[in-house]
């Protein structure tokens, strides 16, 4: 599961290191530090980080090997697509 | 505009069954063909890159993974969308032939196009001296390899670590070496770190950050040689004031050279500042003439800004390469009429010693600043950048919420000072100060060759030393 925060429109409002902690963390009052692959069980935490992002700043990539390794194929509300790109 | 671009129906053509290569699979390529499939585009698409890694992203490299939280390898791009291409990774271009549209490369191979995307970016400089710069120990940090190389050589937990230069590379790095708890000493050549980027005010913040955290900072020093031990690792650094610094670590972050090399002789305008392009980034060929089937985006790029006097600027910047490669495709697959000009605002974060720096705009521009907000003392502000009575740019430190303010401002080309109050206190007063830019005619690399006096049998040549 791959991800990108653009840190332009990141604003450090840590909803995501609230929601998926063990993928995003702030370091100090602002700055974001993310793992930019995160496993596959973190998957639904990391979905509904990227929903409330407040400047929709996190792109998620689920590749298929992912949804192979899912172990509940039950879609988080308002993320995701089938062929894998999330915005 | 109605969907038929040309007359002819090449461009339609085009789209169907064209041939588009893409020269450098980093973000801006891989981005450019997400938005070229995403238009529309049917044909053959061909991604080139010299590293055999899929597109992958830089910033962690000298952050989370410098860390220990991220690996170097766990950094490939997520993607927008599937793009079909044939990817041709791990051989580079090494060259272009305009009139017959096609790329060669180092196997041998060669690739025709109909339309080529340039975005073969930059790479770190390296230390000028490639014997010293070969010593164990010694690294350099722009690849996905120099990160994994760089972050195993700091868990191994050396005694020292020298950064060479002081720039936001070289801070974000000497900061995750403080915070592994290792020794790090940072040679910089300029009065203060950042002072080419931010200015010698905030440079001056950027300085007590570093001292505060523990870093052996020396500045107003270059390094002039390094060491090594008859077992060819690095052990020492000599410095310009006569000092030596014992590491066994060193990493020279001195800036970026442009990947355009591989365009000599080719007839493109390219050379080490870049290949510039028009604002709908199609590149220029040496006579200054644009052409109309190649284009450029990202790092390598240089293209005229209407907003900033219709400067040539090139930008190192994550979030210029997203842009301009959108533009780029997007004007690739369009008409004269449908083409839009790249006109995003400069715009770049870092993240060192714990503290959020983010910055919109030109700053280098900027003659004058004023703190707008909070204060230089708590390290938590915004400043605003003057250029003759216009804001031209704006740095937070831990204040990034204000920053797409700003951005505003720049746009409507609002005056400087701000005639905004805020409710801020402002200890340090509502009066600009000078920015505080090296001067430019002041080598920044190594030594020069100035000339003076004005005919030929007076024309004296002065040897300047790095100093």
């Known amino acids: 599961m791959r991800l990108v925060v653009d840190l332009n429109r990141c604003q450090g409002y840590a909803q995501c290191a609230f929601l998926a902690p063990d993928v995003f963390a702030m370091h100090g009052d602002e700055s974001l530090l993310y793992n930019p692959e995160a496993d596959p069980a973190q998957r639904e935490d990391v979905m509904r980080a990227v929903a409330a992002c407040p400047v929709q700043a996190i792109l998620l990539e689920i590749t298929d090997e992912d949804m192979a390794n899912m172990v509940a194929p039950d879609a988080v509300a308002g993320a995701g697509s089938p062929s894998g790109g999330a915005r | ?467």
């Not at chain 2, 990817?87 to 060259?95: E, K, N, Q, S």
């Not at chain 2, 293209?303 to 690739?332: C, I, K």
């Open chain 2, 1 to 467: 505009m109605t969907s038929t671009g040309t007359h002819d129906g090449s461009l339609e053509r085009l789209k169907r069954e064209g041939r588009i290569v893409v020269v450098g699979a980093s973000l801006a390529g891989l981005r450019a063909a997400e938005t070229m499939r995403e238009k529309g585009f049917a044909g053959s698409l061909t991604m080139i890159g010299d590293e055999p890694y899929e597109p992958y992203d830089r910033p962690p490299l000298s952050k989370q993974v410098l860390l220990g939280n991220a690996v170097a390898d766990h950094t490939a791009l997520p993607r927008r969308r599937a793009i079909e291409a044939e990817w041709r990774l791990g051989v580079p271009a090494t060259g272009l032939d305009m009139a017959a549209r096609r790329v060669e490369l180092g196997n041998g191979d060669a690739v025709e196009y109909d339309r080529l995307l340039i975005a073969t970016g930059v790479r770190a400089r390296p230390w000028p001296n490639a014997e010293e710069g070969a010593l164990k120990g010694v690294f350099v940090l722009r690849t996905r390899d120099d990160g994994e190389g760089l972050q195993r050589a700091l868990a191994a937990g050396p005694r020292r670590v020298l950064v060479i230069g002081a720039g936001f590379t070289g801070s974000e790095i000497a900061s995750a070496c403080r915070e592994r708890g290792l020794d790090v000493t940072v040679a910089e050549r300029g009065d203060a770190p950042l002072v080419g980027a931010l200015g010698g005010v905030i440079g001056a913040v950027a300085a007590e950050m570093h001292r505060e955290n523990g870093v052996d900072l020396r500045t107003g020093v270059m390094v002039t040689s390094l060491e090594g031990d008859p077992s060819g690792r690095v052990r020492a650094a000599h410095f310009s004031d006569g000092s030596t610094v014992e590491a066994d670590v060193v990493v020279v972050s001195l800036g970026a050279q442009r990947n355009t090399e591989w365009l000599s002789g080719s007839g493109l305008g390219a050379g080490p500042r870049g290949i510039a392009c028009d604002a709908g980034c199609r590149a220029f060929d040496i006579r200054g003439i644009v052409t109309d089937d190649i284009y450029v985006a990202g790092d390598v790029a240089r293209s005229p800004h209407a907003l900033f006097g219709y400067q040539f600027l090139s930008l190192e910047h994550w979030g210029n390469a997203v842009a301009q490669a959108d533009t780029a495709a997007h004007n690739m697959l369009s008409a004269s009429a449908d083409r839009r000009p790249h006109l995003w605002v400069p715009a770049f974060w870092s993240s060192q010693f714990g503290v959020n720096i983010k910055s919109v705009g030109v700053p280098p521009m900027g003659t004058e600043i004023l703190i707008t907000q909070g204060s230089l003392a708590e390290r938590r502000f915004a400043a605003a950048y003057g250029y003759q009575g216009r804001l031209i740019a704006a740095v937070t430190f831990d204040n990034c919420r204000w920053l797409p303010f700003y951005e505003q401002q720049i746009e409507a080309t609002a005056p400087f000072p701000p005639p905004f109050s805020t409710v801020d206190r402002r200890p340090e007063g509502s009066k600009p100060l000078p920015a505080d830019f090296p001067d430019p005619s002041v080598p920044t690399h190594g030594p020069t060759i100035t000339l003076s006096g004005y005919s030929p049998a007076d024309r004296k040549m002065t040897f300047t030393p790095g100093r």
